[in-house]
């Protein structure tokens, strides 16, 4: 019984953290050298840090000419010690932990963020950025308006996917509409896009950059979303006849020049 009792206080208090790997200089040099990088930490451009169980971010000092920096599938619990990588343009660290997005202001040559499959409620952090992109946020838990309005001050950004998080009411479109230089947005799987009536017409029509929503954009949906939006079903129906009637004439004008121009090459030949 006594041999009993200690082997369960000795498995009470082992702690399993001893056994994760931890992001010592040793263990990302190993790593670097292991995905074909140099012993020199400055000359590697990309870092595959990526499914090893780190808890934390940590001795990335020296990596300064980083420019893509791979983080996702760990335990990572907070963003953190990146303030040397100036350099670094994608950051990918989905499949977290991370709550809040943080401590990235001081990567000025950010493009792209992944920090999809997280638990990030709010946005925020993010508008410092000058060259920042592409966003990725799917598979969080975004819900209203206050978590998305720090997008409006993200000047650059022109792809976000805020796919399969829990965005509802129609003054989500309101926000987004005002996020300057939005080109690409994905919102599947959230519940405003089948509670929202008309909800793909009202985004369309609304944000005026847009090419691709969920599927792409094309020029006869965008006009006659727009028309919908002024004057209702009937507009609607107005513009698609008056588009389908403009490519039937364009398509008629390019038969008739294909055709003259056949003409004349035959005539020449004659």
Same mark, same amino acid.
């Given at each position: 019984?006594?041999?009993?009792?200690?082997y369960?206080e000795?498995?009470?208090?082992?702690?399993d953290?001893?056994?994760?790997?931890?992001?010592?200089?040793?263990?990302?040099?190993?790593?670097?050298?292991?995905?074909?990088?140099?012993?020199?930490?400055?000359?590697?451009?990309?870092?595959y840090?990526?499914y090893?169980?780190?808890?934390?971010?940590?001795?990335?000092?020296?990596y300064?000419?980083?420019?893509?920096l791979?983080?996702?599938?760990?335990?990572?619990?907070?963003?953190?010690?990146?303030?040397a990588l100036t350099?670094?343009?994608?950051?990918?660290?989905?499949r977290n932990l991370i709550?809040?997005?943080?401590?990235?202001?001081?990567?000025?040559?950010?493009?792209?963020?992944?920090?999809?499959e997280?638990?990030?409620?709010? /946005?925020e952090?993010l %508008?410092?950025? !000058?060259t *920042?992109?592409?966003?990725n $946020? #799917?598979? =969080?838990? @975004?819900?209203?308006?206050?978590?998305?309005?720090?997008?409006?001050?993200?000047?650059?950004?022109?792809?976000?996917?805020?796919?399969?998080?829990q965005?509802q009411g129609?003054?989500? /479109?309101?926000?987004? %509409?005002?996020? !300057?230089? *939005?080109?690409?947005l994905? $919102? #599947?799987g =959230?519940? @405003?896009?089948?509670?929202?009536?008309?909800?793909?017409?009202?985004?369309?029509?609304?944000?005026?950059?847009?090419?691709?929503?969920?599927?792409?954009?094309?020029?006869l949906?965008?006009?006659?979303?727009?028309?919908?939006?002024?004057?209702?079903?009937?507009a609607?129906n107005?513009m698609r006849?008056q588009?389908?009637?403009?490519k039937?004439m364009?398509?008629?004008?390019?038969?008739?020049?294909?055709?003259?121009i056949?003409?004349?090459?035959?005539?020449?030949?004659?």
């Open positions: 019984m006594d041999i009993m009792n200690a369960d000795t498995k009470d208090n082992f702690d953290s001893e056994l994760l790997p931890v992001m010592t200089k040793a263990e990302v040099k190993k790593v670097a050298l292991a995905h074909g990088g140099y012993t020199t930490a400055a000359l590697n451009d990309q870092l840090l990526h090893k169980g780190y808890r934390r971010i940590e001795n990335l000092d020296a300064t000419g980083l420019k893509a791979w983080l996702d599938s760990n335990g990572l619990q907070k963003i953190e010690n990146l303030d350099n670094l343009r994608c950051l990918f660290l989905q709550s809040r997005i943080e401590n990235v202001n001081k990567l000025q040559s950010l493009i792209q963020i992944d920090l999809s997280n638990r990030i409620t709010q /946005i952090g %508008s410092t950025l !000058p *920042l992109q592409v966003i $946020l #799917a598979k =969080n838990h @975004l819900a209203d308006t206050n978590s998305i309005a720090h997008l409006i001050e993200c000047k650059t950004v022109a792809s976000i996917d805020m796919s399969h998080n965005l129609e003054d989500v /479109i309101h926000v987004l %509409s005002q996020v !300057p230089s *939005l080109v690409t994905s $919102l #599947a =959230n519940p @405003l896009v089948s509670d929202v009536p008309n909800f793909r017409k009202k985004c369309v029509a609304s944000m005026k950059r847009l090419l691709y929503l969920d599927r792409p954009i094309f020029e949906e965008r006009a006659t979303s727009v028309a919908w939006m002024k004057g209702g079903k009937e609607e107005i006849k588009m389908q009637d403009e039937q364009a398509e008629r004008k390019s038969l008739e020049v294909k055709q003259m056949l003409f004349i090459f035959i005539s020449t030949q004659v």
